[in-house]
């Protein structure tokens, strides 16, 4: 899956590789988490632009917000199916900028994160489908998801999902929805190869969504995890209480 990733190539720099109109001016970002806003391409007018879209997906038919799941992740094998995503595969095609993500690794201390990048570095775009919402009173959200697929053998020993990365001379033919269909794209919707992405342990400060610096993204030693696990509160045992034995009701489901 994909819960949060990062930003750091200048805005100049992710202009020239998306080829977008607009010229942002943002700062990096080192933990970009779900319902914050995003950095989106889309094809309007047959050119292409930047928007900020909130990430997680709220199809047009949700009445609710409040009572309807955060869509985060959709995922590439059933995609066309699902009701929230099946419109937008078709027409509402983008793509996420980004220059790496985090992934959480079970462990017998807990829960371990990695940094995941690119082995060459650089940009990348993550496929995403965007919905925009229209509320009761005409107000508008533009709300996003990142799609993901099963990992490869290799970066599976982390998750056993990844987000799916389209490739730079794919980006024409992943944003053009103008066929209003997705049959060309679907083969585009797999994880990346053996290789192409590095990982390396970084600080559980990422665990918190508050923290968004450039030292989030640094190596940690085996030692330094190791110190980090010693300085966990121990877990608190609770007892539990003697339950007293239920008599025999005869079948008639008794409520005392």
């Not at 319902?35 to 900020?52: D, K, S």
């Not at 799609?147 to 987000?163: E, K, N």
């Not at 929805?177 to 590095?198: E, Q, R």
């Not at 190791?226 to 008639?252: F, I, M």
Request: charged share 20%.
């Amino acid at each position: 899956m994909c819960g949060r990733f990062v930003i750091t190539s200048a805005p100049e720099a992710l202009r020239q590789v998306f080829a977008y109109i607009e010229q942002p001016n943002f700062l990096a970002r080192y933990n970009v988490a779900p319902t914050q806003p995003v950095p989106v391409v889309i094809v309007e007018n047959g050119a292409r632009h930047f928007r900020l879209m909130r990430w997680g997906l709220l199809p047009s038919w949700v009445k609710d917000p409040r009572q309807f799941t955060l869509l985060i992740n959709a995922r590439a094998e059933t995609v066309q199916e699902k009701p929230a995503f099946r419109n937008a595969i078709r027409r509402r095609r983008c793509l996420i900028p980004a220059d790496g993500y985090y992934e959480w690794q079970n462990s017998d201390g807990g829960k371990q994160p990695y940094f995941i990048h690119p082995r060459g570095g650089g940009p990348i775009g993550f496929a995403g489908l965007s919905e925009t919402w229209v509320g009761p009173n005409g107000e508008e959200l533009d709300t996003v998801a990142i799609i993901t697929a099963a990992a490869s053998t290799g970066m599976s020993v982390l998750h056993h999902r990844v987000p799916v990365t389209i490739a730079p001379e794919d980006f024409a033919q992943w944003l053009d929805c103008s066929a209003d269909n997705a049959s060309d794209v679907m083969t585009m919707l797999c994880a990346p190869g053996d290789g192409a992405f590095s990982w390396h342990p970084v600080s559980s400060a990422v665990n918190k969504a508050g923290n968004d610096d450039a030292q989030l993204i640094l190596p940690i030693s085996a030692e330094q995890i190791a110190a980090a696990e010693a300085l966990k509160p121990a877990k608190k045992t609770v007892a539990r209480k003697a339950v007293a034995a239920v008599p025999d009701d005869g079948g008639q489901g008794s409520l005392f």
